[in-house]
């Protein structure tokens, strides 16, 4: 490895977070820290197992880096080989040695490997979480560790250069030699900024990252008080006055396109300054960092994720309409505003209107997204080029990941393995396949999208329109009352019939009743799949009037699953759980307490009981129903967002986590709270869509591959926890957003 006899930091890995260690430690030495990654940073030609324990035996730390099992890994799985557990534990134990954990994602408490559980863990959810981590790590080295100038450094590599040639060590040389150049190039790039450092007004607070030409701090701006979010132009690029102008050119065609769209566009507060002789512009922070990484930690699902790509896909069309193309459309720049998604990175724009612009791949991003006449002639790219990067994001939405190099050779095959029906197939392998039978427009592209949109597994935005732009007037839509009918000794809507116990939340009464399900189409962020429909249910049912807690869900089951558990003695909503889980749940709960089950199983299906009355899930109708409670807006609150945030758990207040039900301490007109936000809730519907005319009492088709899931969770931006919105989840799958509520059967009314 290139690295002195005494390093400050070893870092030690799983192969699935090798991301995280190269980015770990690459935030290390950019604050002159010497950090090197296991195998990674590997002298090539060494033995793995005697160079690796050279450099740990030499540093001060081991970071010890560990993470969720990937799917299918054994429980404790992480970093440390047993040749590097031992070394590193032992050393420890006499004191010449400190093994730090550090913890990325969460980690359920019997998946953390034994040897590292008594210890004090630092904790990052996603890699942009690691600046606070880098900024632990730096504080542990004694005074001085880290202070040296990088012409210091210089000096001293050069001397002990002088003594590697003395002594005949020929590998030593040539590693002084690797050290010293880099040296040199940051001589050249100037010292590197650091937490904590001011850049002319700002306060660093913590390292975003970087790519080509710049790289991006987290700062305080004193004078107007506020979080903002820096691009530094790298110093090697200084002294290129073309590269200079084409920075702060795409600042300036960003703070326009922004000040047109700012629920889509990340804002430019200042588009060119020079403070300490750095090339400096200023935008707006985005706190739920970029799509790449909330997908990858689990903050969003797929689903999701595919609608915020298809809404910055709206964005784009505004933008060729305006005579620019992004040329760098990727996951990584598309951030996860309040309000929605918002397109940043605007440094490769191509202004159609002039012919300057990139003449060579260099620079151009992430190859994966870049369409392939770009790489050949990025001064011709045109709308297609962004189709292209679009079109290949929602690849990657569907996947989950990157797609590799390998899986690009063939994209039928690559295409044809997403799951997704035949329409959305086809218009997914036109948006990534050759230039000339590309569709010629995102809009075109969303449409061929939207036109399969009921037969694929996630829902995709009616309008190529984003917020804030005008279209052709909605019709008008008929409304009616939402009537509850109560019947001779029913008890009033909300009352308590069942308290809560230990195994199960209280039951309250829902009465019976008739109203339009789904939305206006005049309601905002409304989708096509809401159509309004007239719904009756003929029948009063009692409904837990919060989801199920991690402790209700462990008394009866002896699991608790939750991605959030060991909070408020099991108060929080159990997630984690599939539908198979929530319907097991229902059944075990019924014999608790003497019910018959209402589901049974044949073969690998579950099948209703006729008659039964043991707990089940909700109908998607009872869910919507029981949420709106009389009422008709957005919200049963309102129909502001100000009205959800009132009474709902979403992503712009959650802090990207549940939190305990009933913890607003406002439940709707019948008694229900977190209906809104919190958890997504199963119902026993199979996804599809609503009928022409929906029977009394309709639970969706007989069969189908995905599950409804209602009310939105933590995770979610307003417009996907409103009453009407409609998502959709395999039935054996399982997330952090995911819980559910329980329903009974009212007892007979009696006159």
């Not at 210089?154 to 590693?175: C, F, Q, S």
């Not at 709206?314 to 998604?341: T, W, Y």
């Not at 008694?671 to 199979?686: A, I, P």
Request: charged share 25%; hydrophobic share 35%.
């Amino acid at each position: 490895m290139t690295a002195s006899p005494d390093n400050d930091f070893f870092i030690s890995y799983p192969g699935h977070l090798e991301a995280e260690a190269r980015d770990l430690r690459d935030r290390l030495r950019a604050l002159g820290a010497r950090a090197f990654v296991d195998k990674a940073d590997q002298t090539p030609g060494t033995v793995m197992g005697t160079d690796i324990e050279r450099v740990m035996k030499a540093s001060a730390y081991t970071v010890a880096i560990f993470g969720p099992p990937p799917r299918g890994a054994d429980a404790g799985y992480y970093n440390l080989a047993e040749y590097n557990k031992g070394i590193a534990l032992e050393r420890e134990v006499g004191n010449n040695h400190v093994v730090v954990p550090v913890q990325i994602g969460i980690v359920k408490e019997a998946d953390v490997p034994l040897a590292l559980q008594p210890k004090r863990r630092l904790t990052a959810a996603t890699r942009n979480d690691l600046g606070v981590v880098t900024e632990a790590l730096i504080r542990m080295l004694q005074p001085g560790t880290v202070t040296p100038s990088l012409r210091e450094r210089k000096a001293a590599a050069e001397k002990e250069r002088e003594g590697a040639i003395e002594r005949g060590e020929r590998k030593r040389k040539a590693d002084l030699d690797k050290e010293i150049l880099a040296l040199d190039k940051a001589l050249r790039d100037g010292e590197p900024l650091a937490v904590g450092q001011k850049l002319g007004r700002y306060v660093l607070k913590e390292y975003l990252g970087k790519g080509g030409f710049a790289e991006v701090w987290r700062a305080i701006d004193p004078v107007n008080g506020r979080v903002v979010a820096l691009k530094v132009l790298h110093r090697a690029h200084h002294g290129d006055p073309e590269r200079v102008r084409r920075f702060f050119l795409g600042a300036t065609i960003m703070r326009e396109l922004a000040e047109e769209m700012p629920d889509r566009i990340v804002r430019v507060w200042s588009e060119r300054e020079e403070p300490d002789g750095r090339f400096v512009y200023v935008m707006e922070h985005i706190p739920g960092g970029d799509l790449e990484a909330a997908l990858g930690a689990e903050r969003i699902d797929r689903e999701a994720a595919w609608r915020l790509v298809c809404a910055v896909g709206a964005a784009l069309g505004v933008v060729h309409e305006r005579g620019k193309v992004h040329r760098d459309v990727k996951p990584r720049n598309i951030l996860i505003g309040e309000r929605g998604p918002k397109l940043t990175d605007f440094d490769l724009v191509r202004d159609l209107e002039h012919t300057f612009g990139t003449k060579t791949q260099h620079g151009l991003g992430t190859l994966v997204y870049t369409a392939p006449e770009v790489k050949d002639d990025a001064s011709k790219a045109t709308a297609k080029a962004d189709v292209y990067s679009l079109a290949m994001s929602l690849v990657f939405c569907l996947l989950g990941r990157d797609p590799t190099n390998e899986e690009l050779e063939d994209k039928a095959e690559l295409v044809g393995s997403l799951g997704v029906s035949e329409a959305i197939r086809a218009a997914l392998l036109a948006g990534i396949g050759r230039e000339a039978r590309r569709p010629a427009s995102v809009a075109a592209l969303l449409a061929a999208l939207e036109s399969g949109a009921v037969r694929m597994e996630t829902p995709v935005p009616r309008s190529s329109q984003p917020t804030g732009t005008t279209g052709p007037a909605p019709p008008p839509v008929t409304r009616t009352a939402n009537l509850p009918r109560i019947e001779p000794g029913d008890p009033a809507p909300g009352t308590v019939v069942l308290t809560e116990t230990p195994h199960r939340p209280a039951l309250v009464h829902i009465p019976a009743g008739e109203f339009m399900m789904g939305s206006p189409e005049d309601e905002p962020g409304r989708y096509d799949n809401e159509r309004p429909h007239r719904q009756r249910l003929t029948r009063p049912f009692l409904m837990a009037a919060t989801p199920v807690t991690q402790a209700q869900y462990h008394e009866v089951t002896r699991a608790n699953p939750s991605k959030f558990g060991g909070q408020s003695n099991g108060r929080h909503p159990v997630e984690r759980v599939s539908w198979d889980d929530a319907i097991q749940y229902c059944n075990a709960l019924s014999g608790r307490e003497g019910r018959a089950a209402a589901w049974s199983k044949a073969g690998d299906l579950w099948v209703r009981v006729p008659n039964a009355e043991g707990y089940t899930l909700p109908t998607e109708a009872q869910w919507e129903w029981a949420c709106r409670a009389g009422t008709r807006t957005a919200y049963w609150s309102g129909p502001a967002e100000s009205d959800l945030a009132a009474v709902g758990w979403y992503g712009r207040n959650s802090g990207s986590k549940t939190h305990l039900v009933g913890e607003k301490n406002q439940p709707n007109p019948w008694g229900l709270h977190d209906m809104h936000g919190n958890v997504w809730e199963w119902t026993t519907d199979w996804f599809a869509p609503y009928p022409e005319v929906a029977p009394d009492d309709y639970a969706g088709p007989e069969s189908g591959g995905r599950r409804v899931i209602r009310g939105g969770s933590w995770s979610n931006v307003a417009r996907d926890v409103r009453a009407a919105f409609r998502a959709r989840g395999t039935p054996g799958g399982r997330s952090g957003v995911l819980g559910f509520r329980v329903v009974l059967p009212a007892p007979r009314a009696r006159a």
